[in-house]
């Protein structure tokens, strides 16, 4: 693939190209991980499922293959109102330091809105963590998600319920659980199977290959006659939980309480960790749990209209730290 005149194109990063992009990025975006883990996290990514169809990493590059500028396209299916639509995820913007100050930045974003427009994508997605001034220039704006603190009230013993480990069996009712759990916002991901295996693989990557004892994931259901009917996936590390999605079938989420009841009550003479969540405004909270703490997250989703629709508020939108990209 190419796109551009010719003096630029837009093409797949690999190779030399690659070695060069991961290089380059890896001070900024490495993660506590080696050189190496983090060539390999990347390059993982890419090789599951979802990552073989729906994720790509481009450069921007001159005639003589020189880089310009480097970003991810995501493409996802998402939901608006009754409609699918699709979703071009931007991610990963980079420009080298040689190379600033001549709008490549702004060149790599504007192909990739073009493409996705020309392709029928309805909506541009991407996070930030340099503010929005930049990318509203290209005509995106901020949603404004929400980041709370989880307050779980501990009971005396744990809830008599069953919480194991989940497994790749038990994917298909978690997809379920969030088409019933996000029916009542406007706007959110369609979140099949192999995207929930992609959003879980990866965090299982980055908790595998960092050094030992710096992050761990943790997935668990609760089950009811062989099947899930509620789960949590937490990120842990020394600062505490981060609650990275959940489900429940029970509208009003009373499983999921309990779930986190049940995994709190594992170390009761412990004190509570801190829990942290991107908590979508249209997912109940469930009745043992209280919202505090609320605040923009860092790293701040933007969307840009790409189609006759308008890009959905914060409180339209179903969104679970989990699908940050």
């Known amino acids: 693939m190419a796109s551009g005149n010719s003096a630029t194109h837009l093409v797949p990063a690999e190779g030399e190209l690659l070695d060069e992009i991961v290089d380059l990025t890896y001070p900024l975006w490495g993660e506590g991980l080696s050189r190496s883990a983090y060539a390999t996290w990347n390059r993982a990514q890419q090789q599951t ?70 392709d029928g994508a309805e909506f541009a997605a991407l996070f930030t963590q340099i503010g929005t001034p930049f990318y509203e220039r290209l005509g995106f704006r901020a949603v404004e998600l929400d980041e709370v603190t989880v307050q779980v009230t501990r009971k005396g ?54 050094p030992a004892g710096r992050r761990q994931l943790e997935f668990f259901v609760a089950e009811e006659g062989a ?19 959940a489900g429940d079938r029970d509208p009003a989420g009373a499983r999921l309480g309990a779930m986190l009841q049940v995994l709190l009550a594992r170390e009761p003479t412990h004190e509570a960790p801190l829990i942290r969540a991107w908590w979508p405004r249209a997912f109940a909270v469930p009745p043992q749990l209280e919202l505090t703490g609320r605040t923009a997250p860092r790293d701040v989703l933007m969307m840009a209209a790409l189609g006759p629709s308008a890009v959905p508020a914060a409180a339209e939108t179903f969104y679970w730290r989990s699908d940050e990209f």
């Open 49 to 118: 499922a979802w990552g073989r169809r729906q994720l790509q990493r481009l450069a921007l590059i001159d005639r003589d293959r020189r880089l310009l500028s480097t970003a991810k396209r995501y493409q996802f299916d998402a939901r608006l109102d009754d409609r699918h639509v699709r979703v071009c995820g931007i991610g990963a913007v980079y420009t080298p330091p040689d190379r600033r100050g001549q709008r490549q930045a702004t060149a790599i974003v504007q192909r990739l809105l073009n493409d996705a427009r020309t």
């Open 227 to 245: 099947s899930a009917v509620a789960y949590v996936v937490l990120s842990v590390n020394e600062h505490g939980w981060t609650l990275e999605e």
């Open 157 to 210: 013993g744990s809830p008599a319920m069953l919480v194991r480990a989940g497994d790749e069996r038990d994917l298909p009712a978690l997809a379920a659980m969030h088409d019933v759990r996000s029916a009542g916002a406007r706007f959110a991901l369609r979140r099949d199977v192999p995207l929930i295996q992609y959003a879980l693989a990866r965090k299982r990557l980055l908790a595998g290959l960092a």
